[in-house]
């Protein structure tokens, strides 16, 4: 069985039916015009000019030179400048850019190629422009069209509100996320309460406990009030966006109400074990995901953990009171008393389970650990339940009482606010999150075992030594993998993928770090994000200095927080006024970290085998230079061997360089200004006479409107020198030692 079910596994991940769309493919974009169906909300986010469309298209057809050919599989859509007026089961016919999931640019990034396989996503399509998307004549069934028309009608009696508060809601009681709750998500990450965004146990267990009670208040008996419950849950199952998480606690809420319609005990480690089934007989690529493991890790420690953790903790108290008898006039206060002490008492308990069984997959997956998880999670829990009871009322509520269900929703909305503030508000707690570096499956297998030895330690022989024992295990080896990487003896070069700009992370070779530039083509918070988990990955050490050579986005915006403890920028950073977008940078940077100037003519030690040079703006700027000429170029050199970064340096700045051979002169160069072409690029590299040259690119610069000139002069680059780039090679790696060794991500 279990050699069955590893094939199938393998079937699922390594094979696609012949007419999946992703056969159309290949490794560039192709043009293609595709018709097909939106199978989930299409959401919009961005700014007014930058708006982006996302959403599911089930593919059905394909224009080929023979004509339209069916073909299958699931399309993730992105439609720049936005199309609002899409919505859910819509036909529609798209112009655009096919092509597969990009893996990793980058160790440590995301791998978007490996979450898209697991959900059976393998091909993307870039439409660029709303002018090419068409909707078409509906041919959809009755049902279908009645299903997503009655999911569109409950949404939107949830917006009354503020449309972030309105997410929020959407995202509580239907499942959806938005892409614009991304800070949000982040910061519930952090604080390690992420989980509470998604339809859980615990939101169906509000949900349906609350239908029940309903049942029971108008006298309904226990079967006949479970009946109505089950019938309920399948409505919703209808509603809501179908997610593993949800799929498990349905099945295990169906086995609970079934169990008390047919009068049979309810074990909750069956129900757990039959939704693992089912979930993995539809789809077994779930195994590997993530929100899976995470969603059922936690609900066998809530099973196995909450009674043991209850009793360890609470035991002793638990046993003194239990011989209470209510009397007197004060009994109601005293019950109430009671009641709300016992409920206290299991909320802790299973709070630390929750987290308990949770925080090993969070660190393996995540590298995070929050030590204020568990405290948080249970002070989220009644607002939760605050926001989450008037809204499914008013969701009841829409149809007959229309003013009672707007009044509930937007009592929802105000609560929702506030939840939003508190979540926001969590980063201001000391200590937080702890970034870790990355741990193995051995280290999660130990963490794993030694909660199953402490469980079972009354059972086995020396079972308290044996899990004190696992426990000591898993604290040092967890500090063992939390090592920095080891000193490599020479100066090192990571230049990363991110896109059109431009960040370069150098690792002396007594083992510290410093940044030239931190900019990337992606949002703000994406950009750090990348340079952090690049970090964690590569086990270095925070930058202690960052350069930023000019006052372009795409050369400073990724600096990670908090920044450096020195940041370096030239003397003209600022120039623009305090209206800059640059120029405000720069002021919420002072009071971060310490903001020194760099003109040409000095240097510094980074430390005591690495020196930086500065050649370029002079202290005198000359007349007519742009941002891009006043770009701080610098020449790195350790050892014997050099680096040049000459920023975005443009004509008038190569010019004056290149007449200087003997200053520029080094064994590496990368490229200035993303390897774009200029009348002076050609003399100012042969000045360099690098062994080496780099390229932090989005695109080859080589493109089909390139003069005669630069066509050569990209060709006699690519013969006379070992050249590597970002838009081809992804990450690179470069070594100063006796060869210059080189290693890329392809």
């Known amino acids: 069985m279990l050699a069955l079910s590893a094939l199938h596994a393998n079937l699922a991940y390594y094979a696609a039916p012949g007419d999946d769309i992703v056969s159309y493919s290949g490794p560039t974009l192709i043009p293609v015009t595709v018709t097909g169906r939106i199978v989930a909300p299409p959401q919009t986010d961005g700014p007014e000019r930058l708006k982006h469309t996302r959403f599911l298209l089930e593919a059905q057809s394909v224009h080929t030179p023979r004509g339209p050919e069916p073909v299958s599989g699931i399309l993730r859509v992105g439609v720049r400048g936005g199309q609002e007026q899409l919505a859910p089961a819509d036909r529609v016919e798209l112009i655009g850019w096919l092509g597969r999931v990009r893996p990793p640019d980058n160790p440590g990034q995301y791998d978007w190629a490996a979450a898209a396989r697991t959900n059976d996503t393998l091909a993307t399509l870039d439409v660029r422009g709303a002018e090419s998307v068409r909707v078409l004549p509906e041919d959809a069934g009755l049902i279908g069209r009645l299903l997503w028309r009655w999911r569109m009608a409950t949404r939107s009696h949830l917006n009354v509100g503020d449309p972030e508060s309105n997410r929020l809601l959407t995202a509580l009681i239907i499942g959806e996320r938005h892409p614009a709750l991304k800070q949000l998500n982040r910061a519930m990450m952090r604080a390690g309460t992420v989980h509470i965004l998604s339809i859980s146990g615990a939101h169906l267990a509000i949900f349906l406990g609350f239908v029940y009670l309903l049942c029971r208040a108008v006298a309904l008996t226990p079967r006949r009030g479970a009946a109505v419950a089950l019938s309920v849950l399948a409505a919703y199952m209808l509603l809501a966006e179908v997610q593993p998480a949800l799929l498990r606690s349905a099945v295990m809420a169906a086995c609970l109400l079934l169990g008390v319609i047919l009068r049979r005990r309810h074990n909750g480690l069956n129900s757990l074990a039959a939704a693992a089934i089912l979930i993995l007989a539809l789809d077994p690529m779930q195994l590997f995901d993530v929100g899976f493991q995470l969603s059922f890790a936690m609900v066998a420690g809530l099973l196995v953990l909450s009674g043991p953790i209850r009793q360890a903790i609470f035991g002793r108290w638990r046993r003194r009171r239990g011989l209470v008898v209510f009397r007197g006039e004060d009994r109601l206060r005293k019950w109430w008393a009671f009641t709300a002490v016992d409920w206290f008492h299991n909320a802790v308990a299973m709070s630390l389970a929750a987290s308990l069984a949770s925080v090993p997959l969070v660190a393996f997956h995540f590298g995070l650990l929050s030590p204020w998880a568990p405290l948080l999670s249970l002070a989220l829990a009644p607002l939760v339940t605050a926001i989450l009871v008037p809204s499914y009322l008013a969701l009841a509520l829409a149809w007959p009482m229309p003013n009672a269900s707007a009044a509930l929703a937007s009592v929802s909305t105000r609560l929702s606010d506030l939840f939003m503030h508190v979540c926001q508000s969590f980063e201001h707690l000391p ?238 160069l990368v490229m200035p200004h993303h390897g774009h072409w200029s009348k002076t690029l050609p003399a100012f590299v042969a000045a360099v006479a690098p062994k080496l040259v780099l390229m932090s690119s ?31 090679d992804g990450w690179i790696h470069l070594r100063l030692d006796g060869p210059l060794s080189v290693e890329t991500m392809r």
Do not use: M
């Not at 450096?564 to 209206?579: A, E, H, L, W």
């Open 698 to 728: 989005g695109a080859d610069p080589h493109g089909p409107a390139s003069s005669r000139e630069a066509v050569e002069f990209y060709k006699h680059l690519s013969s006379r020198y070992r050249c590597y780039a970002t838009h081809r």
């Open 431 to 668: 200590g937080l999150c702890f970034t870790l570096r990355p741990v193995d499956g051995w280290w999660l297998a130990a963490c794993y075992l030694t909660i199953a030895l402490w469980l079972f330690r009354r059972r086995i022989p020396f079972g308290s030594v044996f899990a004190a024992c696992g426990f000591a295990l898993v604290l040092f080896y967890g500090a063992y993998t939390q090592r920095p990487a080891p000193r490599s003896g020479v100066l090192e070069l990571h230049l990363l993928a991110v896109g059109g700009g431009q960040t370069a992370l150098l690792r002396t070779s007594e083992g510290g770090t410093f940044l030239v530039d931190a900019g990337a083509s992606v949002r703000r918070s994406d950009g750090a994000d990348l340079i952090e988990s690049f970090r964690r990955a590569g086990r270095l050490s925070a930058p202690s200095v960052a350069f930023i050579s000019h006052p372009n986005a795409d050369h400073y915006t990724a600096l990670p927080a908090p920044p450096p403890g020195r940041v370096y920028v030239n003397d003209y950073f600022d120039d623009k006024g305090p209206s800059d977008e640059a120029a405000q940078w720069l002021a919420d940077l002072h009071g971060r970290a310490q903001v020194l100037r760099l003109r040409a003519g000095e240097s510094l030690q980074v430390d005591p085998s690495t020196r930086v040079e500065v050649l370029w703006p002079p202290a005198d700027k000359p007349a007519g230079l742009t941002d891009n000429d006043t770009s701080l170029v610098l020449r790195v050199t350790c050892d014997g061997r050099s680096i040049l970064f000459p920023g975005d340096l443009a004509e008038k700045g190569q010019a004056a360089l290149a007449a200087q051979s003997d200053r520029v002169r080094s064994d590496v």
